[in-house]
Each structure stands twice: as C-alpha cells, then as structure tokens.
C-alpha cells in the first residue's frame, strides 16, 4: 500500500482556488470496523459545488457561508459524496473476505433506522469523500455490487443522484398512474427521478431546457414540456390533461410560485434543491387552501439505499454518463458542471 | 312557517357595509333530500371576514378579490358556516321524524369520501349558510345531537374551529407525547387545537400575547410562551427542551420564518390560515436540508367531522364562548371579531 496519494483538498469554503489538488496526501489507515477503498469513480454533484462554496446559509441566515448543517465544515476536507471502487484493506472486526470486493458506499450517516432519523453526517461533507484515490469508510456503510452489469463509472452516479431521487419519491409516495412533473429532468437528479418514476408507473411530465427534450425522453419522461414555454403554468396543465398529482422538484426560484398552484386538492411537491435560488416568495394561500403538502427530502434512508442496490445488481436502471475526467481535472469537472455543458452525470476516476 | 326571515345579506366583496341585515329574505324551501333548519346559533370565523373582504387571493395573483376557490362569490349570499338549531321541515325523501331533532351542519362539500378528495363548496360560502333565521341544508351534512350536554352556542363552535383543528391534528398525524407548538392559540382555532392535541397527549406549548395566558392553560396547554419573547426562537426551543415534533399554525406572517427552523429533522408544520398575513419569504433550504413536511389544511374530512360529533354527543370538549349577539348586530360582532377584544368565541343568535 502506498503511504501518499492524490487527493482534491478543500482547504476553506470559497471558489474553484479553494479546491486544491495534492500527491502528497497521507493514505487513511482503517479503524476498527472501517474499509479502505480504492476509489475508481466519483460522480460530480451540487452538493460538492454547495459545500465548498458554504452556499447553504442557516436557520434565520439565509446568506450565512456554512455546510448544509449551517455551520463551516472543518478543513482541509476530502469531498465527494459518490464512491465507487475496490476494498483493498480492512480494519479490526471486519471480514478480511470483503477485501477485493466492488462497492459503492452509502454516504448518509443517520441516528436510527426510523423514517424520520436525524441525519448526522455525509460521508464527502463531514467525513472525507472519494475525490481521492482512497478513503476510508465504516464497513456497514459499503456494499458489494461485484455482480453488477454496471460500470463503475454508472455504479458512482447511484448514491447521490438516485439516492435523493428515490428518497423524493418514496416520500412523496409517488404511485403507478399518477401523473408527475420533474423539474431540472436534464440534471442528475432530474434523470434519475425521470427514470424511476418511469419504473413505478407513474406518467412523468419532463421540465427541461431547449436541446435536453431527448435525454429527457430517453430518461423515461412520457411528454416534455420547455421551461422556456410561454404560459408556462398553461402548457403543463395542457399537457398533464388537468391538475398534477406530484412535483419532484430540485430548481425552485422564481418557478418555484409558478407550479405549485398546479397541483390538484392534496398533492404533493417534493423538494430536495434550489439550484435556481433557494429564497422564494411564497403564498400560504395556495397551500392551505387545497391541502397541498410540501415535502422536503434530502438524500435517502437505508431501506431506500437497499433498493438502489436491488437496481445496480440487476442492472435495471442505466445513469448516464456525459463524461469522465482524471481526479486532476476536477477544476474543469466542476466548471462544466456547473454551466450545465452537458446533459447526464460527469464522473472523476481518480 | 313564516314566509320571510330576518338575515344578513352579502351583496358583494367589501368592508362591513356590504353586509345588510334585511326581515324581508324568503324563507327557503328544502328540496329532495333536504332539511329546512331553524338557526339557533352561529360563530364568526375569520373565513366569513376574509370571504366578505374577497381576500382569498386567487393563483398567481395574490391580490384578486375573491372567495376561497380563486374567484368572485356570486351574491347575494348568507354567509355563516357553523350552523346550530333544529329541523322544522323536510323535502322529500327524508324521515319526516328528524323534524324537531336538534342538529349541527357539516360544512364542507367534497366529490368523494376519499382523503385527497377535492373540496367543491362550503355552506357559507358557495351555499347558502347560518347567518339568518332559516337555512335549507342537504340532509346528508345535518347530524343529530339532541342529546349533547353542549348549549346551542356551544354547539355552534365546532364545525369550523373544531372542525379545522381537528383537520390539522389528523393530517400532521400528531401522536400522544409529541411535543407541538400551537401558534394563536387564544383565537377560535387555537384555542381548539390546544384542547384538542392535549386530549391526544401530545405535549402542547402556546404561543400567544400578553393578557391571554390564562386561556391557553385553560385550554389544556401544558406550557405558554408570549409572541413578544425576546429571542422568540431561542424562548421556544428552551421551553420546548429541544427540537419540536410539530407546529400548528394559523398566523403565517413574519412568523412563519422563525418558527419552521424548530422543526426536528423530518418535523411537521401544517397551516391552516395566515391571519398575519399569506405571502411570506421561504428559505427552502430550511425544508428540505432537514427533511421537514408543510401540510396545507382546509376544514376537515367527513371522518374528522364524525369523530367530533363523538365528543360533542359526550361533551368531552368544551368551547369557550365568549360573547354572544343577536344576528341585527352582526356588524359589532365582526368588529370584535377582527379587534381580538375577546378569547374564545363570538356567537351570532338568528
């Protein structure tokens, strides 16, 4: 085992500089119950983008620089919240049969298997990540997927991007038939969410931007309608043939008002980000009135993660991969993450 | 039977002068499957002073004059929607026994039985309601409670702000220990959201101002805090011990940023009003980074009205009336109304 390796350092919440590249990082040593893992993928996501710039704020401090808990992480801190790779070394109490193993790793770490566990920590947030060529994890929180007909490339896209889509779905009890609309289809939770409400039945309603209508498409979306439409809240309704069941949404801003009223009596908007701004104006009206529920999600539960892996073995869903990149090109993975340069998950392979 | 009747007219959206109490209003004539009812009692709910005003709103256009349902009522109407008195005629195809049966009228008309059923009218609002001497009501909605221990201003209490509370309580699901905070608790709706989350075990703690204290306790409040706490936030928290289970609030307004942050992880806030105002600022971060529920409440199912018929047959509630007034001064009864001069409950007396 070597004793250094290359890892992407964040040393302070701030802009791309603040992410600094390294080959003379220590190799973590695991504890009792921990794995070592060979990172081989680690998908780029908004929440690598938010924590290192603290774009979270805080309770009652919406500008506040912090870490999604509303407080500054600790540094320097080893993000990436989707791991994929090849345990290599185990610590005390751990079966030395699992090394040689391909997992990928289940980043949250709650209080308790309840639904509504506290969530206390991300592995890539408070703990250190996969931008790395190797990081050490709590074994419970690694899961073999050898069997998969996935890439490891596609097996780094399931954490975050499918686990927040399945954790959306699964609380908003999205069912066969019901008529939904997602927001942001294009993104890496929109496609995901696409793709697995497809798979429970439900009729999906993408919201993309002009070029994205056949990702959509090919994501599962059974219509598509432009954000760039003009009534916007008519064409949906049009297309949707009257009111919607559910809105999985990611993008919130200004559209946020827009499609909240489309629901019919008792739907339900569920939300897991606010890539377009996350402070709205917001009519208590329009909720109260027809018994709408907001749900707010963020990330996913065990059981949740359970099924994803039922998915990655049996390789019944396909993450799209636009693009990969050296763990050295993280500067560029993030730019052209962020200026949405293309449709589908942009992967590291450190 | 008389052929005219004393009642308070609506003739269009507007300030107290659009309501005339005339002695000339027809008496109405139950139809098939209809009752006449001869009203004893009736409250005054802010739904009767924000139906007057047309101060509804309507989607995407928060200012619109208009009814609950996002458009203009058509006038005149007889408002009033909690509804006390007796059978003193029925149309065809009903028992002609219920004549003389002491009754309550369930408002809220909805297309099924259904829990996310939609909500097409209310009796007081899109039907004619209990502001006036005799009202025609479907037979359906008109339940029998001779023999309850309540008086018929009592009585009058429970559809809306009872029937309301009992709404929030069912669709926040809020179990017995469940510590929740009960915003405007002195109001109608308080005040039974206290009694009735108190008779469940839940751990309740009243917000509410200065001089009504003694109301909430009363009520059944375990703990009270006043809205004019410095540090409203930390005051709650400190009283509550910790995070909150839940929140019901019915004052929106600038509150409603402070209060949804002492929301547990996966916590519940339902609302069911905003008499401090509808169009709030909305961090969804505070939402979805703890996985928090917004749960929108309009009135009650048939089920939720069902079991308040229980307790009312009982007694086991007891609302708190504060004055009564005969229904020529239904004016000044609004005015009190709207001025918060009294705890508890205003009854109008047909």
């Known amino acids: 085992m070597p004793e250094s390796m290359t890892a992407a350092l964040l040393t302070a919440h701030g802009g791309p500089e603040v992410l600094q590249v390294r080959d003379d990082v220590p190799v973590p040593i695991p504890g009792p119950n921990q794995v070592l893992i060979e990172v081989t993928a680690a998908a780029v996501n908004n929440t690598d983008i938010w924590t290192r ?26 993000q990436g919240t989707d791991i994929a790779g090849k345990i290599v070394d185990v610590g005390e109490g751990v079966d030395t049969g699992r090394v040689g193993q391909r997992v990928i790793v289940d980043p949250p770490i709650y209080d308790s298997e309840a639904e509504d566990a506290k969530l206390l920590a991300v592995y890539g947030s408070e703990y250190d990540g996969g931008f790395a060529q190797f990081v050490v994890v709590d074994a419970k ?22 686990g927040t889509a399945m954790g959306m779905l699964e609380r908003a009890s999205i ?19 696409v ?41 949906i309704t049009r297309v949707a043939g009257g009111p919607l069941d559910a809105i999985a949404d990611v993008v919130g801003g200004s559209m946020f008002s827009t499609i909240i009223p489309l629901l019919r009596d008792a739907g339900r908007m569920v939300i897991a980000g606010a890539i377009a701004g996350p402070v709205v104006e917001f009519d208590l009206r329009v909720l109260y009135l027809h018994r709408r529920i907001l749900i707010g999600s963020t990330m ?3 059981a949740h993660f359970r099924w994803l892996l039922e998915f990655a073995r049996r390789g019944s869903i396909s ?18 993450f962020v200026e949405k340069r293309y449709p589908g998950k942009l992967v590291l392979l450190p």
């Open 53 to 78: 710039e603290g774009a979270y704020g805080a309770a009652g401090n919406p500008g506040a620089i912090a870490g999604w808990q509303g407080v500054p992480l600790q540094f320097p801190r080893i």
């Open 141 to 162: 929180h690694v899961h073999d997927v050898s069997g998969s007909p996935l890439t490891d490339e596609q097996l780094a896209c399931l954490p975050t991007a499918y």
């Open 175 to 193: 069912k066969a038939d019901e008529v939904i609309l997602v927001t942001g289809a294009s993104g890496g939770v929109g496609f995901a969410l």
């Open 195 to 235: 793709q697995l409400a497809a798979a429970r039945g439900a009729r999906v309603i993408a919201l993309t931007s002009e070029g994205n209508q056949d990702i959509a498409l090919q994501a599962g979306a059974h219509q598509v309608v432009l954000r760039s439409s003009d009534d916007l809240a008519d064409t």
């Open 300 to 302: 996913h539960t065990p």
């Open 319 to 336: 993450p799209l991969v636009a693009q990969t990149y050296p763990l050295q090109k993280i500067h560029d993975a993030q730019r052209d």
